[in-house]
């Protein structure tokens, strides 16, 4: 039988003392020695974990798919590592933002990167400068494969949510000179029923959030359950009038970069916006009064959408491990018909055609991996264009693409 919710055994029960059973139960899970108690009050009580059978089982099940994730990950070309998690990064971004109705592109998010990466410099003072949409906050992303460490004081979590709307909030929004919100919030349906209060007054918010620091650094709790109750936490103090939800994607991708690997990480946001109803029901049903703050059904909803990113990841890198073998092996039948150093850049050109956003190749990426000058990469893509292998798609900077003439060569017409 699956772990109910204390509301739903309640129900259950057609008994006369079914709400003392209700009590005891809810006594039996809380004071449990495999219990993790946050000492972190709710309205409902304190916010607990306990640890049922499936919980672990689904744990150890994510835990054990990240070694096929890592394995299938150190087994893609050097070539292919940039482009695929820079694709990731574009989805991760555009899919949090589409989840609040924040419309965003990955041509946008491109930009962004393409910039952040070119000037972090344009980050200190982006009033005064033209910048790409969204370019904080794709730094953010762009950031986690650096391994940054998570936030240590309130004002960091002020700077991080700083980072992620700073071209998506209205005006009626924006907080001033204090670090949260100062009034009250309230999430509502569409028919008007209200969904969830936010935390109040400020010094509220600024008490909790500080709980939430201490949870987010216990050690004594697998930091997979840590990092969800996180999740859970920050939004149910909804900090800020608007963006929570993307600043607490944000965080949770960041605490989850410890125990899972970057491309799980980075494929979170799409899973959460194909199973937008499941996600917000989670943090329905962890504040509904008869649950009595327990967070067990939200931790193992959201492990369920961590490993359902994690199955839809190795899925695809293990289609594109067989492509990349496919167009390996007819690049063995073009030889003779180009130069060497023309099948090279084609083979370069392939690989972006699998793993890049756009499948575009630039000329000035391809003079770094080859290491040699743009003259001589400049005849190599003139003799790919010549042979009708290869069109260029932008003059400056000199972009190019497949055609479908080499596109079929190669294997890659069914994509």
Same mark, same amino acid.
């Given at each position: 039988m699956a772990y109910r919710t204390l509301e739903k055994t309640l129900h259950a029960d057609r008994s006369s003392e079914r709400f003392e059973h209700h009590d005891e139960l809810f006594r039996q899970r809380f004071t449990s020695e495999s219990t993790f108690r946050t000492g972190i009050l709710l309205d409902t009580g304190e916010l607990f974990l306990a640890v049922p059978r499936e919980l672990s089982v689904v744990n150890e099940q994510v835990l054990r798919r990240e070694r096929r994730v890592s394995a299938l990950w150190r087994g893609l070309p050097t070539v292919a590592l940039c482009p695929f998690i820079r694709s990731l990064i574009m989805d991760e971004v555009v899919y949090s933002n589409e989840i609040e109705g924040v419309h965003s592109t990955r041509r946008e998010i491109e930009l962004a990167l393409d910039q952040a990466q070119r000037d972090s410099s344009v980050l200190k003072n982006v009033a005064t400068k033209e910048h790409a949409p969204f370019i904080e906050f794709a730094k953010l992303y762009l950031g986690l494969t650096e391994n940054p460490k998570p936030p240590q004081t309130l004002q960091d979590i002020r700077n991080i949510y700083d980072a992620v709307v700073s071209d998506a909030l209205d005006s009626r929004d924006r907080l001033g000179d204090s670090l949260f919100r100062t009034g009250q919030v309230v999430v509502e349906r569409a028919d008007g029923r209200v969904l969830h209060t936010g935390v109040a007054p400020e010094q509220k918010i600024e008490d909790m959030l500080t709980q939430w620091l201490e949870l987010s650094e216990r050690d004594d709790m697998p930091e997979t359950y840590r990092a969800i109750l996180c999740h859970f936490l920050f939004g149910y103090i909804h900090p800020f009038y608007d963006g929570n939800g993307r600043t607490g994607r944000y965080l949770l991708s960041l605490q989850l970069s410890e125990p #899972? *690997?970057?491309?799980?990480?980075?494929? #979170? *946001?799409?899973?959460?916006?194909?199973?937008?109803?499941?996600?917000?029901?989670?943090?329905?049903?962890?504040?509904?009064?008869?649950?009595?703050a327990e967070g067990t059904h939200f931790v193992l909803t959201m492990l369920g959408l961590v490993a359902e990113a994690q199955e839809d990841l190795i899925a695809n890198l293990e289609e594109k491990r067989t492509l990349l073998q496919l167009i390996e092996d007819r690049l063995k039948a073009c030889e003779g018909r180009v130069s060497q150093r023309a099948l090279d850049v084609l083979y370069y050109a392939a690989q972006m055609e699998v793993f890049d956003a756009f499948q575009e190749t630039r000329m000035s990426e391809v003079v770094t991996w080859l290491g040699v000058s743009v003259p001589t990469v400049r005849r190599a893509f003139d003799e790919l264009v010549s042979e009708g292998l290869l069109v260029r798609v932008s003059k400056r900077p000199p972009v190019f693409r497949l055609t479908e003439q080499s596109r079929g060569l190669l294997g890659l017409t069914s994509r």
């Open positions: #899972l *690997s970057q491309p799980t990480v980075l494929s #979170l *946001s799409r899973t959460i916006a194909e199973n937008k109803a499941a996600y917000y029901r989670a943090f329905d049903t962890t504040e509904r009064p008869l649950n009595r």
